[in-house]
Nanobody
Framework: QVQLVESGGGLVQPGGSLRLSCVAS????????MYWFRQASGKERELVGF???????NYVDSVKGRFTISRDNAKNTAYLQMNSLKPEDTAVYYC??????????????WGQGTQVIVSS
């Protein structure tokens, strides 16, 4: 069974840092671009950024210069390093990726989310 699992969320003070991880596991042939989304309470889910398997990255303007996405293809893992956190970064953070299974079919998967709270 294939799944994406995020971890690393928590409570942090404004200006602090957190590193989130997203691990894809199961009978995987390959993982396509890995996306980070977030959803604040009462708001729509928004794209934070993404990274391709070739390490091309892009970010939403509100996090540029503060957040960095990286990935380890050998471990099917993506990371979201969040620095200079602000209260408005408070949200549940989700990982999403198209994953090609051992039967060569590709499906989109979402993780269960990890809560990030930025507060003093």
């Amino acid at each position: 069974q294939v799944q994406l699992v995020e971890s690393g969320g928590g409570l942090v003070q404004p200006g602090g840092s957190l590193r989130l991880s997203c691990v894809a596991s199961g009978s995987i042939l390959s993982v396509g671009p890995m996306y980070w989304f977030r959803q604040a309470s009462g708001k729509e889910r928004e794209l934070v950024g993404f990274i391709t398997s070739a390490a091309f990255k892009n970010y939403v303007d509100s996090v540029k210069g503060r957040f960095t996405i990286s990935r380890d293809n050998a471990k099917n893992t993506a990371y979201l390093q969040m620095n200079s956190l602000k209260p408005e970064d408070t949200a549940v953070y989700y990982c999403n990726a198209p994953i090609t299974l051992s039967d060569r079919r590709t499906y989109g998967y979402w993780g269960q989310g990890t809560q990030v709270i930025v507060s003093s």
